[in-house]
């Protein structure tokens, strides 16, 4: 039998063959814990990544939100990182979660931020 744990980790491993991100389009990876919602921006060619945005973040956990809400702020902090590296187009990575709720939030505000994706 499998665990949830393996499942995601199957799904990830699919989403990764299909994604992949460079220099000039970076991979935005999202993680989503039980209480916070982390996203990076990676160079997968270098290994390495560009920026990063949390709802750890002290600006964003200031903020008396919901948890959806604050995962919108970090997608709109993330895309003015990405500005300010000078990127405008990622590659998303859901990290093996479906696209709704905190997952899609962060999408969104990455977009209303300026990225294209």
Known sequence: METKVIRRQKIQY???KKVNGSAQKPRLSVFRSNADT????IDDAN????ASAST???DIQAQKVT????SKLVG???A???SELGLKEVVFDRGGRLYHGRIKAVADGAREGGLNF
């Open 47 to 50: 290994g390495v990544t560009l």
């Open 80 to 82: 003015r990182k990405a």
């Open 56 to 58: 750890r973040d002290k």
């Open 76 to 78: 709109e902090a993330i």
């Open 14 to 16: 699919r989403i990764r």
């Open 67 to 70: 948890k959806t809400e604050k």
């Open 38 to 41: 982390y996203c990076q921006l």
